[in-house]
């Protein structure tokens, strides 16, 4: 009996997308990565380190701006807030700040809160 190339090129392409038919060692239904390791503990959304990666410049009309915002929804609205600071760890903390506010007043009213009165909306 002779084995077709086109059976053979089969046989190779399920080993390689690891379908059923290529598996020959048994599978574990956890990633190797994970087997006998700690979870990586994240930092609390009340935490300034979980706002560091928060916080970005934005680009306005192709120009990327000094100052670094903070996006945040709430309820299918999204605002995007200027921290008006170029350091991180500050508006992180700025940013943690008005996501607390956020969370006891509600966004609206923890964003006119935090904006200066003489600026525009």
Do not use: C
Not at 78 to 105: F, M
Not at 110 to 121: D, I, M, N, Q
């Amino acid at each position: 009996m002779t084995t077709n190339t086109s059976e053979v090129e089969k046989s190779l392409e399920n080993e390689k997308k690891g379908t059923q038919r290529g598996h020959t060692l048994p599978v574990s239904p956890f990633p190797a990565a994970y087997q006998g390791t700690q979870k990586t503990v994240r930092a609390a959304k009340s935490s300034v380190d979980f706002w560091k990666a928060k916080v970005r410049p934005r680009e306005i009309r192709g120009t990327v701006t000094p100052e670094l915002y903070v996006r945040l929804k709430e309820s299918g609205r999204d605002t995007r807030v200027n921290l008006n600071t170029s350091n991180r760890i500050t508006a992180a903390a700025r940013a943690r700040d008005l996501w607390l506010s956020a969370q006891s007043k509600g966004l609206v009213a923890a964003v006119a809160e935090f904006r200066p009165k003489s600026a525009p909306r």
